[in-house]
């Protein structure tokens, strides 16, 4: 996108970068990830953690992380399964054995180095264009183009007038996002090409910490803080008169899914300090009988929540495979289910 701005409704690209890069220096927030003596691997890990689960919920796992398991040596060595219980409630427990994958294959294949080209990191167990490029640009200063959810909704309002980027990412928002970028990355995303300048390099890192840092503290997808705005003068969107969204988000369900039986047998799992009976997770007479039999006051509480569910036992058996057939939970010889080892 060219920084002259033909389009008199349309404002320029240099000034909303120049806008926001100043408002995110006065009004980003201090966290450890993003600090100077941040890691490549601390960085990696908070990227994995912070894929649909906010800051609040992320900041004390992940601290605790990188006390227990600050290079990737560390977390390659551990159990699965205590990867697993370390995850706590962090949601989408996959992503610890991605992530527990990923540090084996940085171990095994890159001296425990984390990769900081873009071809290579996307080779790595659980990295998708999105976590590469951020891991690239916020670890090693690589000037690759990152696009989350918070950006495209910045881009759409502040160029578009669209109060909302659509469900999922297009070429063309990824094509103009790479426009928006003073230093335009080529494939392999080099810091080192010549046509780069230090100044580019580092106005364009900023850009993707700031743009995604004003859509997910002000320019939110539901109620918008434009009076706190620093483009709030050039928004096309609020030019437009803020019109509403396109299209309406379906929020996830979540009472009474596979996705909260799994959740709340994955707790049990986690509190246990062996295996568990498989009738437990299967029935709800088996959870209740089991809460009243322990004595740890954080295993029979997750029992409780895991017999009060509404689901039958049809539901709650065919969650517990699917923990097993992922990888999350093991059957032993014995019928009882844990964590893997």
């Known amino acids: 996108m060219s920084t002259h701005n033909p389009n008199p409704t349309m404002p320029s690209a240099s000034v909303v970068r120049a806008r926001v890069n100043e408002w995110f220096q006065a009004h980003g927030r201090d966290l450890p990830w993003r600090r100077p003596e941040a890691s490549p691997w601390s960085i990696l890990v908070s990227e994995i953690m912070l894929q649909q689960t906010p800051v609040v919920r992320v900041q004390p796992v992940w601290e605790e992380w990188m006390r227990r398991w600050p290079t990737p040596h560390d977390l390659a060595a551990e159990p699965a399964g205590e990867v697993l219980r370390a995850w706590g409630r962090l949601g989408y427990p996959r992503r610890a054995l991605r992530l527990h994958a990923c540090a084996q294959a940085i171990v095994t294949e890159h001296a425990g180095v984390v990769p900081r080209d873009l071809p290579t990191l996307l080779s790595l167990p659980g990295i998708g264009e999105y976590t590469a490029a951020a891991v690239a640009c916020f670890a090693y200063q690589v000037p690759a183009t990152v696009v989350d959810t918070n950006i495209r909704r910045v881009v759409g309002r502040a160029f578009h007038a669209k109060a909302l980027p659509g469900p999922s990412m297009t070429r063309a928002q990824y094509r103009e996002a790479q426009a928006l970028m003073p230093a335009h990355p080529n494939e392999a995303g080099d ?21 995604m840092e004003l859509g997910a503290l002000v320019c939110t997808a539901r109620d918008p803080r434009c009076g706190e705005c620093p483009v709030e003068s050039v928004c096309a969107w609020v030019a437009a008169g803020k019109p509403a969204a396109d299209y309406v988000p379906r929020g996830q369900a979540w009472h009474g899914t596979d996705r909260q039986v799994r959740g709340r047998m994955m707790a049990v799992l986690r509190e246990s300090d062996g295996p568990v009976p498989y009738g437990v997770l299967v029935t709800r007479d088996g959870a209740e009988g089991a809460a009243q039999e322990v004595a740890e006051a954080h295993l029979r509480s997750a029992l409780a929540q895991l017999a009060l569910l509404g689901a039958d036992d049809a539901q709650r058996a065919s969650c517990a495979r699917g923990l097993i057939e992922d990888g999350l939970a093991v059957l032993t010889t014995y019928g009882e289910v844990s964590l893997p080892g």
Request: hydrophobic share 50%; no cysteine; glycine share 0%.
């Open 191 to 211: 810091a080192a090409d010549a046509s780069f300048t230090s100044a580019e390099v580092a106005e364009a890192n900023t850009w993707n910490a700031a743009s």
